[in-house]
C-alpha cells in the first residue's frame, strides 16, 4: 500500500533526522526524501505521527530550508549541514569532526538502547541520562564539541520526539522495542504494535513533555564555542 516501510534505493536522499527519514521509507515524504517543502514536511509529520504543525515544527522546517542554497526545498540529506539544525552528542550518530554525522550508528545509539536497565521502556528520567551520558563520551573523545544552549535545546526537543511519536506524549514511556526499530530501521514498527498517537501531539503537551525532560536535567555549557550561533548557509 502506499505507507508501506520499503528501504531507501541508493539514489534516495536520506539524513541525520530519523523520524523524517522512516517518513520517506513509509512514503509519507517523497520516497526519493527531495524537494521537500515547509507545507510537505508539516503534512507528512500529521499524517504519519498525528503531531500538528507547531510552531516549533514550523522553525525546524524553516532552519531546514538554510541547510541549502534552493529557495523553498530541501533533501533530507541536505540537513546534514553541521551548526544549524545539525549537531554533536546525538543519539545515534556521530558527531561531525569524527566522521559520519548522517548514518545511524550502533556504537553511538549502545548508550540509549541500553539505557533504563531492567524494564522495557524508555522515559523522561532515563532519556535525560542518555543525553547527558553521551555529551560525557563525546568530551572525551571530541576536542571540537560543540555544546551550548542552542544544541540542548535541539536535544531536548528530539529526546521529546522519540518519547512521544513512539509512545506516549503524556507519560513520555515509550516501549523500547518502539524505539528501537525506529532508529536502527527507521521504520514505523506496525507489526509489533504500535499505533500512531491517538492524542494528537501539540502545543501543550509537547511543551510539557519538554519541561519534564528539561526538569530533570543537569545541563550546563561546555567547550570552546560559549555562545549560541546557527549556520545560515551550506
Ligand atoms: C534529529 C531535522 C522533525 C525525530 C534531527 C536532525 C535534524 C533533524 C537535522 C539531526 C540532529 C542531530 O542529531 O545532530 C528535522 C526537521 C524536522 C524534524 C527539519 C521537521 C521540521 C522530526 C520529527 C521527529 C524527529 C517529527 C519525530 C520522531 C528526530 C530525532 C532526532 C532527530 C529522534 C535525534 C537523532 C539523534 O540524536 O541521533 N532532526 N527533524 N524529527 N530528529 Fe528530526
Ligand atoms: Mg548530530
Known sequence: SAHQWQAPSPTDSRGPC????????????????????????????????NFQPINLLRIGAKLGLLTTDAEDSFTLNNLALHGTLEHDASLSRNDYALGDNVHFNETV??????SNPGVDYYNITSAAQVMEQRLAEDKIVNPTLINTAKEFAVRIVESGFYLSVMGNVTTGVAPKNFVQIFFREERLPLAEGWERSEVPIGEDNFDTLLSGIT????????????????????
Not at 545509539?109 to 541500553?114: E, G, H, I, V, Y
Not at 526538569?215 to 551550506?234: D, F, H, K, M, Y
Request: hydrophobic share 40%; aromatic share 8%; charged share 10%.
Open 18 to 49: 530519523p523520524g523524517l527519514n522512516t517518513l520517506a521509507n513509509h512514503g509519507f515524504l517523497p520516497r526519493n526524501g527531495s524537494n521537500i517543502t515547509i507545507p510537505v514536511v508539516l503534512k507528512a509529520i500529521n499524517d504519519g505521527f
Open 109 to 114: 545509539f549502545t548508550t540509549l538502547a541500553n
Open 215 to 234: 526538569n530533570v536535567s543537569t545541563w550546563a555549557p561546555s567547550g570552546e564555542v560559549v555562545c549560541p550561533w546557527i549556520r545560515l548557509q551550506p
